[in-house]
């Protein structure tokens, strides 16, 4: 019976470390997760599929992944920032977690990010356990609509 209460307390700490520094991985989203965005000021438009890879993020745009046109594939990298496409977005410490709405809802702790260049320059909000919830893709403001995770990736309330 021990081992599932550090189980679930391991779950309820995962962007904790020693000391209480959050991580910037946390926020950053798992390979295979998949995030639909919708532009904000019309959640009925087709949206913006973007697939968090490895090292990179895959971007189509249309009604499913699977039909969507080509958009982008930017290089991302993690260490010790996060950089996508040679822009910074995040790094450590981790800024102050904010509540942050979108059209699928309400993510109690994410982080902003604001790139003054680039394709992705602009607003953006990164969900603990999640990835980009906000995102600017070519000035065009995007909110989550829909997210899912690969197969033994998180579970959908984005705790390990």
Same mark, same amino acid.
């Given at each position: 019976?021990?081992?599932?209460?550090?189980?679930?307390?391991?779950? *309820?700490?995962?962007?904790?470390?020693?000391?209480?520094?959050?991580?910037?991985?946390?926020?950053?989203?798992?390979?295979?997760?998949?995030?639909? !965005?919708?532009? &904000? =000021?019309?959640? =009925?438009?087709?949206?913006?599929?973007?697939?968090?890879?490895? $090292?990179?993020?895959?971007?189509?745009?249309?009604?499913?992944?699977? =039909? @969507? @046109?080509?958009?982008?594939?930017?290089?991302? &990298?993690?260490?010790?920032? !996060?950089?996508? *496409?040679?822009? +910074?977005?995040?790094?450590?410490?981790?800024?102050? &977690?904010?509540?942050?709405?979108?059209?699928?809802?309400?993510? +109690? =702790?994410?982080?902003?990010?604001?790139?003054?260049?680039?394709?992705?320059? /602009?607003?953006?909000?990164?969900?603990?356990?999640?990835?980009?919830?906000?995102?600017?893709?070519?000035?065009? /403001?995007? *909110?989550?609509?829909?997210?899912?995770?690969?197969? /033994?990736?998180?579970?959908?309330? +984005? $705790? +390990?």
């Amino acid at each position: 019976m021990i081992w599932v209460a550090i189980l679930f307390a391991g779950c *309820e700490e995962a962007a904790v470390v020693k000391g209480g520094e959050r991580q910037l991985a946390n926020y950053v989203g798992v390979p295979g997760t998949r995030i639909e !965005l919708a532009p &904000s =000021d019309a959640p =009925d438009e087709p949206p913006l599929h973007l697939l968090i890879g490895e $090292d990179s993020w895959t971007l189509r745009l249309g009604e499913n992944w699977e =039909d @969507a @046109a080509p958009v982008a594939e930017w290089a991302v &990298s993690q260490a010790p920032a !996060l950089v996508v *496409e040679g822009e +910074g977005m995040l790094s450590m410490p981790v800024p102050d &977690s904010v509540v942050t709405t979108t059209w699928y809802g309400e993510f +109690g =702790d994410s982080v902003q990010a604001a790139p003054e260049s680039g394709a992705a320059a /602009g607003a953006w909000a990164f969900a603990n356990g999640i990835g980009p919830i906000v995102a600017t893709v070519d000035n065009v /403001g995007r *909110e989550c609509v829909f997210y899912e995770y690969e197969a /033994g990736g998180l579970d959908d309330t +984005g $705790d +390990g």
